[in-house]
């Protein structure tokens, strides 16, 4: 794959190679090198300052110890991520970890606190495959006045009509590298669509989400002059914007959430694996639903999860164990998270969820009784017995919940845990300072 990289550059005349990162806030970043200059960065990366991890989302350089504008490290590409963007003029992009000069681990690299996620898996023998489910808003006009673009009935076909030249476009940029495209719709809110691409091994899938938000993005605006709001909640009045995250446990060629005697109920295995991700989730949202706004959206009758419950095909839930496909069954079964947005920096978020159910398997967690509608309307009696308890109201009750969360914290690492929560505290006074009208507009375009 590294040769046949290097030897696309050169035959395709590639002038600019972006060297990408997620970074803690989820905003995505890159710096970039010529075609000429690619071959001799694959190893020595790209130069970046420390102090670039402790910008937060709203551009503000904000004080963490061992992230200074002192020292460097280095943005060092992963060849297998490498893609040439069709929106753009001989122009590709490849996905780096950031690393110590010396090419050793540093502790600010978000995709490395994946990577470490999956080790742990691995520990168990056992490899997880996701994919993040995405709905976006198309709009014309500025961030401070966005007005919906294509408005329609939910999965109408006069919505499918008026947004199909751009959909199109967005379908071909992303099958032209090499992604399966499985579903692209119209959604409920008026400009809203969702595209799905097919799910890959965990470390796949958040660079997925990475050149998925990017092509989107960058489709949008540069081939259509329009704008691509992956934010979780851009309209007062109009329905929230999830980034669903599906994912299954596999052993070899195996899926764990599979049950043979009954395929329509969870393995026992995946039974704890949910009861693990249920006793971290009020701490995990923090990483999956972590900007201000994604608190906005986590609203109840809004199928968007805002309660600790998990159910069969239950929208309402926060965990929810989807149905098999006729034919199909052992390799269909997979759990969605409906708590994650595109707000969310995918390594961190997918390292999270992966750590919660490692626990509850490790500690052989037995989750309570599925929820068996909308958890808000159950009885007191249903909802005890169901665990049914409200998610965290606000970015900083989440933000203090994961700091107490050990398995949570220790995932992140030192460094990179202190980054998150000061970062995104900072975020947090800055919106509350400025207002929910303002925090709406200054995160409208910026994932």
């Given amino acids: 794959m590294a040769k046949d990289s290097l030897k696309r550059v050169t035959e395709n005349n590639i002038r600019n190679v972006r060297f990408v990162y997620c970074d803690p806030s989820g905003v995505i970043r890159a710096k970039g090198t010529t075609g000429s200059q690619f071959a001799g960065k694959v190893d020595e990366g790209i130069g970046l300052t420390r102090a670039q991890n402790a910008v937060n989302l709203f551009e503000d350089l904000v004080h963490v110890e061992g992230m200074e504008p002192v020292g460097e490290v280095r943005i060092v590409p992963d060849l297998d991520t490498y893609t040439e963007l069709p929106w753009l003029d001989s122009t590709a992009s490849v996905i780096g970890d950031l690393r110590w000069p010396d090419g050793t681990e540093w502790g600010g690299c978000t995709r490395t ?19 993040f489910e995405n709905e976006f808003y198309m709009a014309e006009g500025t961030r401070e006045n966005p007005i919906p673009w294509a408005n329609a009935s939910c999965y109408s076909t006069a919505g499918l009509d008026r947004a199909s030249a751009v959909m199109n476009d967005m379908i071909d940029n992303l099958t032209s590298q090499g992604y399966i495209v499985e579903q692209a719709i119209n959604e409920y809110g008026n400009g809203q669509l969702e595209i799905v691409i097919k799910y890959d091994d965990a470390l ?30 851009p309209y007062e009045n109009e329905v929230g914007s999830g980034a669903h995250l599906h994912f299954s446990v596999w052993k070899g060629k195996h899926n764990l959430l599979y049950n043979k005697e009954d395929p329509t109920k969870i393995s026992e295995f995946g039974a704890s694996f949910i009861a693990g991700i249920l006793e971290h989730l009020p701490a995990l949202v923090a990483l999956t639903c972590p900007s201000y706004v994604s608190f906005e959206r986590l609203a109840p009758h809004a199928w968007a ?40 920096n995918p390594y961190m978020a997918l390292a999270g969820l992966i750590m919660a159910g490692l626990d509850g398997v490790q500690r052989g967690l037995t989750p309570p009784m599925p929820a068996h509608r909308d958890p808000e309307l159950l009885s007191d009696e249903e909802k005890k017995a169901c665990g049914v308890k409200p998610l965290p109201s606000s970015q ?3 933000l203090d919940l994961l700091e107490n969360d050990s398995v949570l914290m220790d995932a992140l690492g030192d460094l990179m845990g202190r980054c998150y929560l000061a970062s995104r505290r900072a975020e947090n006074a800055k919106a509350q300072a400025n207002g929910l009208a303002w925090a709406r507009a200054n995160t409208f375009t910026v994932y």
């Fill in 204 to 233: 796949a899938a958040a660079d997925n989400q990475v050149k998925f938000r990017d092509t989107i993005r960058g489709t949008a605006e540069v081939t259509h002059g329009l704008m691509a709001s992956f934010s979780p909640k």
């Fill in 113 to 131: 606190v994946l990577k470490r996620a999956i080790a742990k898996a691995a520990e168990f023998g056992i490899e997880i495959k996701a994919a």
């Fill in 305 to 344: 999860g805002s309660t600790v419950a998990w159910g069969y095909d239950n929208r309402e839930c926060t965990v929810r164990v989807a149905s098999p496909f006729k034919g199909r069954e052992e390799q269909s079964t997979n759990i969605e998270l409906k708590a994650s947005d595109a707000s969310a």
């Fill in 396 to 398: 900083l009750e989440a």
